[in-house]
Each structure stands twice: as C-alpha cells, then as structure tokens.
C-alpha cells in the first residue's frame, strides 16, 4: 500500500469519527478549562460590521441558485497588523471593512471594491503579483471573475476575467497555490450553474434509443417553446438530469494577469490518465499537501448528485484518486476543511454535507447505487 493510500484509510476514519461517533475513538486529548473559554458574540452594531446580504423573494423565486449565498474574506489589505473583513452581496454593493481594533470595523469607501450590479459569491485576499499587498479575487454569477489589485495606497483597480461559458457560471470558491511551482499563486474556480431549470414543471424531454441505450434527442420549455442544448442534460439509470459546469484553473504569470484553462488541459500524467474536466455543481474546495510531498492535492466538493472530486498533484500533473478513498462520497457535498486532527503528521479533512441528524433519516437519504456516479465531460 502507497503512502498516498495509507493516508487515505486514515484520513476516513478520522472524518467519520469527527462526524458522528463517540471522541474516544479519536486519539485526541481534551484540554484543562482555564478561565471563560469560548466564543462570545459581538453585536453588529458595536462592531460597524453591519452588512447583511439581503435577497429579495421575487429574485430567490426566479433563481433559486442565489439561496446558495455568498462568501466572505478576511485579510489584511492595509499592512496595519490586523486582518480585515470583505463581503460579498447578491442583490446589494460588496463592502471591505477596514479592522479599527478591539473588534471595531470601518467601511471603505471605493467604487470598484463594492462592485455594483455585479452579484457575487465568493472571494479570497492574496498577493497575486508579488508586491506584498493583499489584493482581492470575487467570483460572480454570470459575470465571470473580477480582479481587485491593491494599489498601496488604501485603494484597488478592477479588472474582470472572462470565462468560457461566463454567463452559465457562478463560482463558489477559489482556492489557491502554485501549481506550475514558478514562485506565484495560480488558482482553481469550483463552479456552478448560474441558473438551474431541473425543476422546471414545463420541461418537455424528446427520447430515442440507439445501440441498446435511451438517448436524448431535444428538450424544449412547453411554455416559452426555448430549446435547450443536449449537453445540458443527461441520462442516468432511466432518469433525466441535468448537467452542472466545467471547473476552471486561472495560471498567473507573475503580474496578476491570468491564463484560463483546466485541470486536463494543464497538465497529464500520460495519454488516458489526465484528469477529466467533467460537468458538476461545484461549491466548497480546498489544496492542501494531503501526503507530505511538498505539492499541494485539491479536493473539491460537488453539490447533488455528482461525486467529489480528489485529485493528487505530483511531478507530472493530478492524478484522479476519489475512487481509493471509498466506493462512494458525501452526497451534496457543500464544505470541505482541513488539519492534523491527530497530531500524526498526515493532514485529516472533513466534508460537510445534506445529511440528516437522524440516524434513521441518514438511512433513508443512502442512494441505492454505491458507485460514484458518472457526469457528462466538458
């Protein structure tokens, strides 16, 4: 058994013990209470940290892919010691708080940082071109990714990334390392469809067959006569589903100016064994080094009923390696974080997903079909 593997029987049992059974069966040590440990709320009035990310019913009942929700970020944009607040709006202006101390925040004012009319999702502070200033990456819905770069004087310029099929995507996360190892932060886009019309009540399906197998021959809207490309849908064990979107890599060049492409097109171990860009529903992901080889592996979670991806980053590309972790993964899938649970030296995760408290109910909401389930590619 590889490293890689030894690795990943560990890092199950640890996430299956954090999700449900009893602390024993975790070699952990609890701690000895000293003083008020523990978290205590601050008020958002005290703070100045007031900004709620409202959404209208009427824009929640046209898509229901906003009730996904946004991101927030937190890093420390002016070099003052103390890490700073980015939100992210849907239906109002992002805004950057500036960290006053004592748990006190200030709004910035800046055109380009609040983004207007522009609904975001998600955003992370990293130095993109290598000068020592946090800047600041937003994933949108529909309008692709927007660059804020930190001018050193309290201010950022916008600058927007297009993306193949930019209007189709809205991007949850995005994770960051050196992938091409060149000294700068490249950076993975974990994406989802902008809009969703699986549930729309006035889908009509056209279906065939051909070699011995159901196909989808045209799907068109009885109510707006639209007609939908095939590759949005697919079929499944007799069911018609529909396709989420391809995943994307931006490659920096070291200036904060970036080259869009994918995992696949990146970078193949060897003919047949790159990483396949498949169509999914994309939300949490994170790189982090899971075997101590100094590269950092991704694991990205998708929403639904697509598998999660795990892909192991070595001297010549990813290798694909969710099928060694277990005949199956979390369902609708959502979060994913990361850390030494055990002190061993091997970083354990933990993904967060929709299943029920209940042991009864978790029963209920196990699929029939074990095996990760195939998407469509890219």
């Not at 927007?146 to 993306?163: E, P, T, V, Y």
């Not at 949490?284 to 192991?312: E, K, Q």
Request: proline share 4%.
């Amino acid at each position: 058994m590889t490293r890689f593997k030894k690795f990943i029987t560990g890092c199950l049992t640890l996430a299956t013990a954090a999700a449900g059974f009893t602390a024993e069966q975790l070699p952990l040590k609890l701690a000895q209470s000293v003083g008020q440990e523990g978290f205590r709320l601050v008020d958002a009035v005290q703070s100045g940290a007031t900004f709620r990310n409202e959404l209208s019913v009427a824009a929640a009942a046209e898509n229901q892919v906003l009730l996904n929700g946004s991101g927030v970020a937190a890093g420390d944009f002016d070099r003052d010691g103390l890490p700073d607040l980015y939100f992210c709006g849907l239906e109002n202006d992002n805004v950057l708080y500036r960290n006053l101390g004592g748990f006190r925040f200030q709004p910035v004012a800046d055109d380009d940082v609040a983004c207007a009319d522009v609904p975001s999702t998600s955003a992370a502070f990293a130095d993109l071109n290598g000068d020592g200033h946090f800047d600041l990456l937003v994933g949108t819905l529909g309008q692709g990714v927007i660059i804020l770069m930190n001018d050193k004087r309290g201010g950022f310029s916008k600058s927007a990334i297009a993306l193949p099929e930019g209007d189709s995507l809205a991007i949850y996360s995005t994770p960051m390392t050196d992938i091409d190892r060149d000294g700068d932060l490249d950076v993975y886009l974990a994406t989802y469809r902008s809009t969703s019309i699986r549930n729309n009540p006035g889908l009509k399906f056209k279906l065939g067959f051909a070699n011995n197998e159901q196909t989808l021959e045209s799907v068109t809207d009885s109510k707006t006569g639209t007609q939908y490309d095939n590759g949005r849908f697919y079929i499944r064990d007799g069911e018609v589903l529909e396709a989420g979107t391809p995943d994307y890599l931006l490659i920096n060049d070291g200036t904060g100016k970036f080259r869009v492409t994918t995992l696949s097109q990146f970078q193949a171990n060897a003919p047949g064994d790159e990483v396949a860009t498949a169509r999914n529903w994309g939300l949490g992901s994170i790189f982090a080094d899971f075997d101590n080889d100094h590269r950092d592996d991704l694991y990205v979670c998708n929403d639904l009923d697509g598998a999660d991806y795990f892909h192991r980053s070595t001297a010549n590309g990813f290798d694909d390696v969710i099928s060694g972790l277990n005949n199956m993964t979390s369902a609708f899938s959502m979060g994913v974080d990361v850390a030494d649970i055990n002190n061993d030296g091997l970083s354990g995760f933990i993904v967060v997903d929709m299943m029920n408290y209940s042991l009864p109910e978790r029963k209920m909401q196990i699929p029939h079909s074990t095996p990760a389930p195939e998407h469509p590619s890219a």
